[in-house]
Nanobody, 121 residues
Framework: VQLQASGGGLVQAGGSLRLSCAAS??????MGWFRQAPGKDREFVAA????????YYTDAVEGRFTISRDNAKNTVYLQMNSLKPEDTALYYC?????????????????WGQGTQVTVSS
């Protein structure tokens, strides 16, 4: 089972990026994005179920980020708009075989390698 994240980069504040996470070897019931800034704990960003509904976001990104998935491609996306310097972090995608405790990193058994997002002011 592999999760391959991509799409990170350097962008100015107010800009946009789209992260992708391609899964292989398993179809997950739900998938999530987490991020970790230097010196901070890994935090929940967004999650989506296999049915693509509902979706959930942390308050800090609500209205700016959109999570979606293409089940045919077994890929989840995170569209990030109106980026802020505080969004700077290493972003991870994760696969969950259920849905319980989807905001908790410990509930996810499968993780991608992370993709760096840096937002300059």
């Amino acid at each position: 089972v592999q999760l391959q994240a991509s799409g990170g980069g350097l962008v100015q504040a107010g800009g946009s990026l789209r992260l992708s996470c391609a899964a292989s070897g398993l179809t997950f019931n739900s998938m999530g994005w987490f991020r970790q800034a230097p010196g901070k704990d890994r935090e929940f960003v967004a999650a989506i179920r296999w049915s693509a509904s509902p979706t959930y976001y942390t308050d800090a990104v609500e209205g700016r980020f959109t999570i979606s998935r293409d089940n045919a491609k077994n890929t989840v996306y995170l569209q990030m708009n109106s980026l802020k310097p505080e969004d700077t972090a290493l972003y991870y995608c994760a696969g969950h075989t259920g849905w319980v405790a989807f905001r908790s990193a410990s509930a996810y058994a499968y993780w991608g390698q992370g993709t760096q997002v840096t937002v300059s002011s």
